[in-house]
C-alpha cells in the first residue's frame, strides 16, 4: 500500500498500513488538508483513495474543496451533508477511537 508520509508531521511512528476505517478517515483528511493548501496529490494515491468509497461515504469532510473534487474524480455522486446514517467526519472523533480513549464526556456541552 503506498501512502504519502509527508501529511504525517505531527507523528514519530509513520503508519505502513491503514487497517481500520478510521485510519483510512484520517488519511483521506489528512491529503484533502494538504491538497485545500495546493499541496497535490501523487497519482498512487489516487489508486489507492478510488478503492474507498465505503470510508469516503461514511467520512464525509463537507467543508474540503479537495474531498468534493475527489468524488468527482472519480465520478461518485455528491454528498450533501449532514446525511441520515452517515457518521460525520470530526477529526477529534477519529483521534479519540485511534486512541482507544471512548467518547468524550465533554462532547454534550458543546
Not at 21 to 49: H, N, V
Not at 73 to 101: N, Q, S
Amino acid at each position: 500500500m503506498y501512502l504519502d508520509h509527508s501529511v504525517y508531521p505531527d507523528v514519530e511512528a509513520l503508519p505502513e498500513s491503514l487497517d481500520s476505517d478510521e485510519e483510512r478517515a484520517d488519511y483521506i483528511e489528512r491529503i484533502c488538508a494538504a491538497w485545500d493548501f495546493d499541496i497535490f496529490p501523487e497519482p498512487e494515491t489516487f489508486d489507492l483513495l478510488i478503492e474507498w468509497k465505503s470510508v469516503f461515504d461514511r467520512y464525509p469532510l463537507p467543508y474540503s474543496p479537495a474531498y468534493h473534487t475527489f468524488r468527482r474524480i472519480f465520478g461518485w455522486e455528491p454528498v450533501a451533508y449532514p446525511a441520515e446514517g452517515r457518521v460525520g467526519h470530526l477529526t477529534y472523533r477519529v483521534k479519540d477511537r485511534l486512541e482507544d480513549r471512548g467518547p468524550d464526556p465533554c462532547e454534550a456541552m458543546v
